[in-house]
């Protein structure tokens, strides 16, 4: 089994986080753990392929909720965290004793367009490219260091699912290749 141990933060369907579980044994890592802030489809992806699931509820109070994950985490003990599709910004806490080694996807070029609406932004802008970004997590908002970029081309025509789909597959293949990278020590952690 590998040694180098990736928990992966998400909130949606879980395609990233399951083109990171079937590459696991060819890339050298570990999956411990997925985690969510509620039940969402990633959990039932991450259970069929028998990795553990722990819900961290969002609450209300955001320090207890980053006291809370930044426990979880520690029990876990991961070499890397992976934040795929985690739509939740990572409190003090959790950055205080895991800063340097959470990594996060983003579905354009930062530093263009960064938030929650990239794709969006990216079509508004009438940009005749953007990308996927990985980077290194920190206080803001996808203001990090940037990793690994693949640019995307955006087509006539192209519509924010249209691009969006062409993106999320390339960002699960730079993904893929990122967090192999970081395993094999060709990235470093901050």
């Not at 949606?12 to 570990?30: E, M, R, S, V, W």
């Not at 920190?138 to 970029?149: F, L, N």
Request: charged share 25%.
């Amino acid at each position: 089994m590998a040694d180098f141990r990736v928990v992966v933060l998400a909130s949606g369907a879980g395609t990233l986080f399951t083109a990171l579980a079937k590459h696991a044994d060819q890339i050298g890592i570990h999956i411990v753990g997925l985690i969510a802030e509620a039940q969402v489809p990633a959990c039932e992806r991450a259970r069929e392929l028998d990795v553990p699931v722990t819900v961290v509820p969002f609450l209300d109070d955001r320090v207890k909720w980053d006291q809370n994950l930044a426990t979880e985490l520690s029990r876990l003990k991961p070499s890397l965290i992976v934040c795929a599709g985690f739509m939740k910004i990572l409190g003090p806490v959790v950055l205080r004793f895991h800063q340097g080694k959470i990594i996060n996807t983003h579905p354009a070029l930062l530093p263009d367009f960064p938030g929650a609406h990239a794709v969006r932004d990216a079509l508004a802008a009438g940009v005749t490219e953007t990308g996927t970004t990985i980077h290194f997590v920190d206080k803001g908002v996808d203001t990090g260091e940037v990793i690994a970029q693949t640019r995307v081309k955006v087509e006539p025509g192209d519509t924010q699912e249209s691009l969006h789909e062409r993106i999320k597959q390339a960002e699960r293949e730079l993904l893929v290749s990122t967090v192999s990278d970081f395993a094999q020590g060709k990235v470093t952690l901050r």
